[in-house]
């Protein structure tokens, strides 16, 4: 009997370590793997959901989440699309804890996305950092600026542009 008793416990206090160690490897590689998460790619795996952002120089701005790319996002604000560069972002609310699989597509740059209004010859309302706003439409971009109705005015100045949903 009480060499049963010794195994019974010599097997349960094994059993007891092996899953502290597996518990504590399973919480290394999950630390591990969301060190490697940017902010960005948790905010893609929120596609489809309303978040709000912190934005700088600004009130939150809150909206569904339509596209995010390398240095931007997309954010459908009462049916208006609103580009925001990554820079002006200040935090977010509202995330889930989904990050996307990595995916073949590269997201599109926020030259891209300007280039794309531009070529549209939409109309937008661009917010500057400094809460000024310029409206018109898109006229050329750059390779660091967008033109609107002649006023040149470099992304780092761009808090955020306004465009309707369809233009």
């Given at each position: 009997m009480r060499w049963e008793r010794l195994f019974a416990d010599l097997e349960a206090e094994a059993a007891e370590m092996e899953a502290r160690a597996r518990d504590a490897e399973i919480a290394e590689r999950t630390?591990?793997?969301?060190?490697?998460?940017?902010?960005?790619?948790?905010?893609?795996?929120?596609?489809?959901?309303?978040v709000s952002l912190a934005m700088a120089g600004a009130g939150p701005l809150s909206g569904r989440v339509r596209y995010v790319g390398p240095d931007w996002v997309l954010v459908d604000v009462v049916g208006q699309d609103v580009l925001v560069p990554a820079a002006a972002v200040l935090g977010v609310t509202g995330l889930?804890?989904?990050?996307?699989?990595?995916v073949e597509r590269v997201p599109l740059?926020?030259?891209?996305?300007?280039?794309?209004?531009?070529?549209d010859r939409a109309v937008v309302r661009v917010e500057r950092t400094d809460?000024?706003?310029?409206?018109?439409r898109v006229d050329r971009v750059g390779a660091d600026f967008v033109e609107v109705s002649g006023v040149l005015v470099p992304f780092t100045a761009v808090r955020a542009g306004y465009a309707p949903r369809e233009w």
């Amino acid at each position: 009997m009480r060499w049963e008793r010794l195994f019974a416990d010599l097997e349960a206090e094994a059993a007891e370590m092996e899953a502290r160690a597996r518990d504590a490897e399973i919480a290394e590689r999950t630390r591990a793997e969301i060190a490697a998460v940017r902010w960005l790619q948790r905010l893609r795996g929120a596609t489809g959901t309303t978040v709000s952002l912190a934005m700088a120089g600004a009130g939150p701005l809150s909206g569904r989440v339509r596209y995010v790319g390398p240095d931007w996002v997309l954010v459908d604000v009462v049916g208006q699309d609103v580009l925001v560069p990554a820079a002006a972002v200040l935090g977010v609310t509202g995330l889930g804890t989904a990050a996307p699989p990595d995916v073949e597509r590269v997201p599109l740059t926020w030259a891209a996305a300007w280039r794309t209004l531009s070529r549209d010859r939409a109309v937008v309302r661009v917010e500057r950092t400094d809460g000024s706003v310029v409206s018109g439409r898109v006229d050329r971009v750059g390779a660091d600026f967008v033109e609107v109705s002649g006023v040149l005015v470099p992304f780092t100045a761009v808090r955020a542009g306004y465009a309707p949903r369809e233009w």
